[in-house]
């Protein structure tokens, strides 16, 4: 299974109605080439999404690629509609799932019933997975997939994707207050003088 997410990055609130088109788009042709394509993650906002992750499957490796980059729309704003910009932008990345995933002994499975969309078996079993990582807190809730042991491995890719972007954020923090740190030296009032 592949992850792919659709993000409006820090794009204006159209960037996020654009994150709506393109997964429109996206399910549309999907549901044509007869190719799974699940929501698997969607952060909704009043105007469409700032970023949606998918869950595909990998034989279709060769339709997806021709998504992956930015996705640019062209429209006047609704939001805005004296907004003299017409052009949006989003970007369609594959989600690297690290090769380590956490163990089962670091996260707490709780099995559920799928809510939603799904017609009459949905729920009449509990398939459905709510999984928290017990040192980081991260919690996710996968229904995706029919059976309890596909939806418990997705669930460990998803918080094994989590730590890494985690891990990456906690990074680029670092950095950003290592570069910071050259604004703020004091001149003046030292509390060591050298001469040479």
Not at 157 to 181: D, F, P, R, V
Request: include cysteine.
């Amino acid at each position: 299974m592949s992850i792919v997410q659709i993000s409006a990055a820090l794009g204006p609130a159209e960037c996020e109605l654009a994150v709506k088109y393109t997964l429109q788009e996206m399910q549309k042709e999907a549901k044509n080439k007869k190719i799974d394509l699940e929501i698997i993650e969607s952060n909704e906002t009043k105007y469409g999404y700032s970023s949606i992750l998918l869950n595909v499957n990998d034989d279709a490796k060769t339709w997806l690629n021709n998504w992956l980059g930015t996705i640019q729309w062209t429209f006047q704003s609704k939001i805005r509609p004296n907004h003299k910009r017409k052009n949006w932008f989003v970007g369609v990345s594959l989600m690297e799932v690290p090769q380590q995933l956490p163990t089962d002994d670091t996260i707490i499975f709780q099995a559920c019933r799928a809510s939603g969309a799904g017609g009459q078996h949905v729920n009449t079993t509990d398939s459905a997975i709510h999984a928290t990582h017990v040192a980081s807190g991260i919690s996710v809730k996968v229904m995706s997939e029919r059976s309890q042991h596909a939806n418990k491995r997705l669930a460990k890719e998803l918080i094994a994707l989590k730590l890494l972007q985690q891990l990456e954020s906690q990074q680029a923090n670092n950095k950003q207050a290592q570069h910071q740190q050259h604004a703020l030296v004091e001149r003046g009032n030292a509390i060591r003088c050298f001469k040479l």
